[in-house]
């Protein structure tokens, strides 16, 4: 059975998604920790991250730091917090989000956002991802 990550990959399940590659899709989680929360989540279904082939681990990092940059530019903060736990969904997600401080790590999961808020987020970082190389 298909998880729920390659539902939302397949268009099967609504999602913002804000990037898309050969090997990787990102989208908007739907409980952000801050404005802007993304998963990268590998188009293959791999439960966890050490089972992952360690060239799509660095492209998952490589597409990870320029959602980061995306996001630095779209909702401003101290830095870019990147979490790979792996609960939740069995399918490899890296979390990126934009932090003021270490509280922001607390809890990985926010509070559930709306649709709007998640179009609104995800228009921001499609803009300041059109101006980044």
Do not use: K
Not at 75 to 96: A, D, E, S
């Amino acid at each position: 059975m298909a998880t729920l990550f390659t539902q939302i990959i397949a268009g099967e399940i609504p999602g913002q998604i804000i990037h898309s590659d050969p090997e990787c899709v990102v989208f908007l989680t739907i409980a952000p920790v801050t404005p802007g929360h993304a998963l990268v989540v590998p188009r293959a279904e791999i439960d966890h991250w050490i089972e992952a082939d360690p060239d799509l681990l660095a492209h998952l990092t490589a597409v990870a730091q320029r959602i980061g940059r995306a996001q630095l530019t779209a909702f401003g903060g101290n830095r870019i917090g990147l979490v790979v736990q792996g609960y939740g969904v069995p399918h490899l997600h890296l979390h990126v989000f934009p932090t003021t401080g270490p509280e922001d790590f607390r809890h990985i999961e926010g509070e559930q956002a709306s649709p709007d808020q998640l179009a609104q987020a995800a228009d921001r970082l499609r803009a300041a991802l059109a101006h980044l190389p």
